[in-house]
C-alpha cells in the first residue's frame, strides 16, 4: 500500500518540504512530477545511492535523529572519494507506520547534515512497508578532475584519512560483542553513529591523487576494490594503520587490527599518490581539517599483501558484505 493520502502530503509539508539548504541552481524542488536543476557550467554530475534497511544496517532502536544524519553522511562519502562537491538529493522513506516524534528527530538529523554540507532535498517518497531509507545524492566536479578507482599505478603511496576502526567497534558494543565502559564507549557509539564524510579533503586531492574510494565495507575489501580495477597490487604494513587513541587503550592490538582492516563503515578516504605528487599532499589538505597516514605502496601483480614487523600478516576478521 503507498501512502499517497491527505495525510501523507501534510507529512512531506511538515517535516521534509524546507529540508537542507536552499540552492540558487534548484529551478523547482519538492511539490512537482520532477525537480529541475542547473548543473553549473563545465562542471560533471556525480550521483551515488545508498539504502540502510532496519536490522540489516541499523539496529532497530538506533536513534532517530543520528540514522537521519548518518542516512546522509554515508552517501556524502561516495561524493568525498570522486572529489566532488555536494548538491542535491532525493529521499525515499519507507516506514512500517507514522511515528511524527520519530519523523521529526529523523529529520532534524538528516537537515543537520544537509545544511552543513550544503545539499538541498529537492523531491522523493513515501511508503508502508518495512523500515528503509534510500538517499539518491548528486554532486558536481570539475571535467576530468573526479577520482575513479580505477588509476593507481605501481610506485604510487597508498594513504587513508582519519583513524580506522573506530565506528566497527561501536557497532560490536551496540550488538553486545564487546564490553567497553566510560568515555571510551560513548566515543565509539557517536563515531559509528556521526561518520564524517571527508567533502573537503576529497575535493583537495583533485589532481593530486591517482585514484581513490571510501572507506565502508573495510580496508582490506575496498582496497581490493582499486587493485581490481586499477590492475595492480599493493603491500600494507599493518603497524602504520591510524588507531585512536581509544582503540590502543581499549582493545589488544590484534583485536584492534582487526577492526581497523575488516571492520568497515569508517567513511574515510582511501587514496593513492604518485611520487611526483607526496611533496603537495600536506598543503592541500592542510585546511581540509583532516589527518592523514601512508599506509603502503602500489606495486605489480593483482593481490594485496599485509604485513608486520617485515612478515606476512592475517587479519581475523573479513569485510562487510551485503549477502
Same mark, same amino acid.
Not at 552517501?75 to 572529489?83: I, K, P, V, Y
Not at 552543513?116 to 508502508?128: E, F, M, N, Q, S
Not at 581499549?250 to 581497523?260: D, F, K, P, R, V
Given at each position: 500500500?503507498?501512502?499517497?493520502?491527505?495525510?501523507?502530503?501534510?507529512?512531506?509539508?511538515?517535516?521534509?518540504?524546507?529540508?537542507?539548504?536552499?540552492?540558487? !541552481?534548484?529551478?523547482?524542488?519538492?511539490?512537482?512530477?520532477?525537480?529541475?536543476?542547473?548543473?553549473?557550467? /563545465?562542471?560533471?554530475?556525480?550521483?551515488?545511492?545508498? +539504502?540502510?534497511?532496519?536490522?540489516?544496517?541499523?539496529?532497530?532502536?538506533?536513534?532517530?535523529?543520528?540514522?537521519?544524519?548518518?542516512?546522509?553522511?554515508? /552517501?556524502?562519502?561516495?561524493?568525498?572519494?570522486?572529489?566532488? &562537491?555536494?548538491?542535491?538529493?532525493?529521499?525515499?522513506? +519507507?516506514?512500517?507506520?507514522?511515528?511524527?516524534?520519530?519523523?521529526? &528527530?529523523?529529520?532534524?538529523?538528516? /537537515?543537520?547534515?544537509?545544511?552543513?554540507?550544503?545539499?538541498?532535498?529537492?523531491?522523493?517518497? +513515501?511508503?508502508?512497508?518495512?523500515?528503509?531509507?534510500?538517499?539518491?545524492?548528486?554532486?558536481?566536479?570539475?571535467?576530468?578532475?573526479?577520482?575513479?578507482?580505477?588509476?593507481?599505478?605501481?610506485?604510487?603511496?597508498?594513504?587513508?584519512?582519519?583513524?580506522?576502526? !573506530?565506528?566497527?567497534?561501536?557497532?560490536?558494543?551496540?550488538? !553486545?560483542?564487546? /564490553?567497553?565502559?566510560? &568515555?571510551?564507549? @560513548?566515543?565509539?557509539?557517536?563515531?559509528?553513529?556521526?561518520?564524517?564524510?571527508?567533502?573537503?579533503?576529497?575535493?583537495?586531492?583533485?589532481?593530486?591523487?591517482?585514484?581513490?574510494?571510501?572507506?565502508?565495507?573495510?580496508?582490506?575489501? !575496498?582496497?581490493?576494490?582499486?587493485?581490481?580495477?586499477?590492475?595492480?597490487?599493493?603491500?600494507?604494513?599493518?603497524?602504520?594503520?591510524?588507531?585512536?587513541?581509544?582503540?590502543?587503550?581499549?582493545?589488544?592490538?590484534?583485536?584492534?587490527?582487526?577492526?581497523?582492516?575488516?571492520?568497515? &563503515?569508517?567513511?574515510?578516504?582511501?587514496?593513492?599518490?604518485?611520487?611526483?605528487?607526496?611533496?603537495?599532499?600536506?598543503?592541500?589538505?592542510?585546511?581540509?581539517?583532516?589527518?592523514?597516514?601512508?599506509?603502503?605502496?602500489?606495486?605489480?601483480?593483482?593481490?594485496?599483501?599485509?604485513?608486520?614487523?617485515?612478515?606476512?600478516? +592475517?587479519?581475523?576478521?573479513?569485510?562487510? @558484505?551485503?549477502?
Amino acid at each position: 500500500m503507498v501512502l499517497k493520502t491527505v495525510k501523507e502530503f501534510k507529512l512531506i509539508d511538515h517535516f521534509f518540504a524546507n529540508l537542507g539548504q536552499t540552492r540558487r !541552481d534548484v529551478h523547482l524542488g519538492i511539490g512537482d512530477d520532477c525537480a529541475l536543476v542547473q548543473p553549473a557550467e /563545465n562542471k560533471v554530475i556525480a550521483i551515488s545511492c545508498d +539504502t540502510l534497511v532496519e536490522n540489516v544496517h541499523f539496529y532497530a532502536d538506533m536513534p532517530a535523529k543520528a540514522l537521519g544524519y548518518k542516512a546522509l553522511a554515508v /552517501n556524502l562519502s561516495d561524493l568525498a572519494a570522486m572529489g566532488a &562537491e555536494p548538491a542535491w538529493m532525493t529521499l525515499a522513506l +519507507t516506514l512500517p507506520e507514522v511515528d511524527e516524534t520519530w519523523l521529526e &528527530e529523523f529529520s532534524q538529523g538528516l /537537515n543537520e547534515a544537509a545544511q552543513y554540507y550544503g545539499v538541498a532535498l529537492v523531491g522523493g517518497d +513515501t511508503t508502508r512497508g518495512p523500515k528503509s531509507i534510500t538517499i539518491t545524492i548528486n554532486g558536481q566536479v570539475p571535467e576530468g578532475k573526479a577520482h575513479t578507482r580505477g588509476g593507481a599505478k605501481n610506485g604510487d603511496w597508498i594513504y587513508v584519512t582519519g583513524s580506522l576502526g !573506530d565506528s566497527a567497534v561501536g557497532l560490536a558494543i551496540l550488538g !553486545d560483542k564487546l /564490553n567497553i565502559d566510560g &568515555e571510551a564507549r @560513548e566515543y565509539f557509539i557517536q563515531r559509528h553513529y556521526f561518520p564524517t564524510p571527508r567533502v573537503l579533503a576529497g575535493q583537495s586531492l583533485r589532481g593530486l591523487a591517482s585514484s581513490a574510494i571510501d572507506l565502508s565495507d573495510g580496508f582490506v575489501s !575496498d582496497i581490493g576494490h582499486i587493485l581490481k580495477r586499477s590492475a595492480v597490487g599493493a603491500v600494507v604494513d599493518v603497524d602504520r594503520l591510524p588507531l585512536s587513541a581509544q582503540m590502543r587503550e581499549s582493545l589488544a592490538e590484534t583485536e584492534a587490527l582487526g577492526y581497523a582492516l575488516t571492520g568497515g &563503515e569508517d567513511y574515510e578516504l582511501l587514496f593513492t599518490v604518485p611520487e611526483a605528487q607526496r611533496g603537495a599532499l600536506e598543503t592541500a589538505l592542510a585546511h581540509a581539517g583532516v589527518s592523514f597516514t601512508q599506509v603502503g605502496q602500489i606495486g605489480t601483480g593483482d593481490k594485496l599483501r599485509l604485513i608486520k614487523d617485515g612478515e606476512p600478516y +592475517t587479519p581475523t576478521q573479513f569485510g562487510f @558484505e551485503h549477502f
